[in-house]
């Protein structure tokens, strides 16, 4: 935030690595004009993560030294056969990673339905993208788009036109069947399944919009917490997960 309102300069900053896939990319989300700036942000190192930046046109998968892909929303939907082929990938994958063959079948109806949700809801679904990143016992994925965001989407719907604000119009989707479509049945933003699915193994859900943020953790073997907050202003939509054995 501090940056963005210019409060902060890039190069006050202390030099540092990425080392969460979510992170680094809603910090490119809300910047997407450092990558293409000489030598990206000076301060940031971004590891093994700087794929992410430079190769975004079409699918590609890595899996040495770190099990890692990023798959455009429009590739999948001219050509359906790439996420069948990321199907296949994620599951082998997580389950080499140490998830079970249930887990791993999770994680791709998780991702499948959040890509859904930006062909359905964003109005701009050639901005989304689908990326993760997989490590011993660790599954991160992110699901996002440059499109109109969530309250532009809610105020659609002449039942939620008085929303101004992100935060609240966070809170509502995440809520069972909410959506922008006023009359139609189904076409909700599903969010409550990916609830429900990755009860167990999610440590740490994610969801940007607006100016708003708000996060579901869960640590050790208690119940989640969540909070929405103020944060930056990020175009469109932005949700990563992690999920750790």
Not at 13 to 40: N, V, Y
Not at 139 to 164: C, R
């Amino acid at each position: 935030m501090a940056l963005q309102n210019g409060a902060v300069e890039p190069a006050d900053l202390p030099s540092c690595a990425a080392q969460s896939l979510g992170a680094f990319l809603e910090l490119a989300h809300i910047f997407p004009g450092f990558k293409q700036t000489p030598g990206g942000l000076k301060w940031l190192d971004p590891r093994h993560f700087q794929h992410f930046l430079t190769d975004r046109e079409t699918a590609w998968f890595l899996e040495e030294p770190h099990p890692y892909g990023f798959i455009p929303i429009a590739t999948m939907i001219s050509n359906p056969l790439v996420w069948t082929d990321m199907i296949n990938r994620l599951k082998r994958l997580s389950i080499n990673a140490g998830f079970s063959s249930d887990h791993s079948g999770k994680f791709v109806a998780a991702i499948g339905e959040l890509w859904g949700n930006v062909v359905d809801h964003s109005q701009r679904s050639y901005t989304g993208y689908v990326a993760f990143s997989l490590g011993p016992g660790r599954f991160e994925f992110v699901v996002a788009d440059h499109g109109v965001g969530v309250l532009a989407s809610l105020k659609s719907n002449p039942d939620y036109a008085h929303l101004t604000d992100h935060g609240g119009a966070i809170k509502l989707v995440l809520s069972e069947g909410v959506s922008r479509y006023y009359t139609e049945e189904g076409h909700g933003f599903g969010f409550r399944p990916l609830f429900v699915g990755l009860a167990n193994i999610a440590r740490g859900l994610r969801f940007r919009s607006g100016d708003h943020g708000r996060e579901v953790i869960r640590t050790g073997g208690g119940p989640p917490s969540s909070r929405t907050y103020e944060l930056a202003h990020l175009p469109g939509f932005f949700c990563s997960v992690v999920c750790e054995i």
